[in-house]
């Protein structure tokens, strides 16, 4: 006897999170997230389909492979994700399982998925993220990123929160999450709860956090031009 796994047919789709790293293409025109563990070399988009990283053909999930998008049901077993070292920097995601998914004890292995918020965390300095600067690696054709403040940027390239919201599009939220010390924060990204923003839309706290990425990348040129016109050994100006 062939077994059968029970139907669902929810009315609305499943909630669920998970954790990525936020990733921005080599030419700085597309955002996305890309995976910490099964399918990580895969760069996806807010709304993405699952495809088999094995390169079989058969549509994710299937039952017998391990394809497909993976979350968990509750949002502090995948907080509890964070903990680990080489996830310190990665972004808190929650997301709608769309399609065809394979529920397990804690949480969905999925065909599809819209990413509806990412929950950034602080700065390695403890500040709280006002951008998205280069980590230091990345995908083939994309740059990974992690939480920076406006002071923490040293030149690096970086992205606003509400910059990262519009290349990512399809209504993406980016929030900034609670740091040591201090509750939730408002990320640069998101509209508050309830103002009615849209997602896209450029209120208080995104002109706020633009200007001072764009202060940040000002302090460190005007660093570097002083350094460039101190005197030299010689008695030149260094650098010229």
Do not use: N
């Not at 047919?9 to 995976?35: C, M, N, W």
């Not at 391990?66 to 310190?88: I, M, P, Q």
């Not at 939480?147 to 900034?176: E, H, I, K």
């Amino acid at each position: 006897m062939r077994l059968r796994l029970p139907e669902e047919r929810p009315t609305e789709p499943p909630t669920g999170y998970k954790i990525a790293h936020p990733v921005l293409s080599q030419d700085g025109t597309r955002a996305g997230f890309t995976g910490v563990s099964l399918g990580g070399a895969l760069p996806y988009g807010v709304v993405a389909d699952a495809s088999c990283v094995y390169g079989l053909r058969h549509r994710a999930p299937h039952r017998r492979c391990d394809c497909g998008f993976h979350c968990v049901h509750d949002r502090a077993t995948a907080e509890g994700l964070l903990c680990t070292a080489e996830h310190r920097a990665a972004a808190l995601l929650e997301v709608s399982v769309l399609g065809a998914y394979i529920r397990f004890e804690r949480g969905f292995r999925y065909a599809r998925q819209r990413v509806r918020t990412a929950t950034v965390g602080p700065c390695g300095c403890g500040r709280p993220a006002t951008a998205l600067a280069d980590a230091g690696w990345g995908r083939p054709g994309w740059r990974a990123l992690a939480p920076s403040c406006a002071g923490c940027l040293r030149g690096r390239t970086a992205v606003s929160l509400a910059g990262f919201a519009r290349l990512a599009g399809d209504g993406l939220r980016v929030v900034a999450g609670a740091t040591a010390g201090a509750g939730a924060l408002a990320g640069a990204g998101a509209a508050p709860p309830g103002d009615g923003a849209a997602a896209d839309g450029l209120g208080v706290p995104e002109l706020v956090a633009e200007a001072a990425l764009l202060q940040a990348r000002l302090d460190w040129f005007q660093t570097q031009l002083a350094r460039l016109g101190e005197p030299g050994p010689d008695g030149g100006r260094e650098g010229l």
